[in-house]
């Protein structure tokens, strides 16, 4: 059984960058896709960044243009760097998996989430 484990995350101030990463753990035959969603204080879960398996990574609207989204398949392992952080991107961050070839809509696998306070 596979595992998502997230580290990072905490207390960032306005304009500071912030890493989280996540790594896949366990027995397991296969890792498609992996990225990050966010839930913010009230709000729904939303997709922010993704990467599929051969490293190529998308970006939702709302950290496209300072965030950068890797993947090393050797460790299964993805690292979120995200710069200029804002007080919206408070929130619990999850990290999440497709085990099979579809898309992150069909993550079967969920990390526990972390939390990321942006504050002065």
């Known amino acids: 059984q596979v595992q998502l484990v997230e580290s990072g995350g905490g207390l960032v101030r306005p304009g500071d960058s912030l890493r989280l990463s996540c790594a896949a753990s366990?027995?397991?035959?296969?890792?498609?896709?992996m990225g990050w969603y966010r839930q913010a204080p009230g709000k729904q879960r939303d997709l922010v960044a993704w990467v599929t398996t051969g490293g190529k990574p998308y970006y939702s609207d709302s950290v496209k243009g300072r965030t950068f989204l890797s993947r090393a398949n050797i460790n299964h392992t993805v690292t979120l760097e995200m710069n200029s952080r804002n007080r919206q991107d408070t929130g619990v961050y999850y990290c999440a998996a497709n085990q099979g070839p579809g898309t992150m809509d069909g993550s079967d696998v969920w990390g526990q989430g972390i939390q990321v306070t942006v504050a002065s």
């Open positions: 366990g027995m397991f035959f296969r890792i498609g896709v």
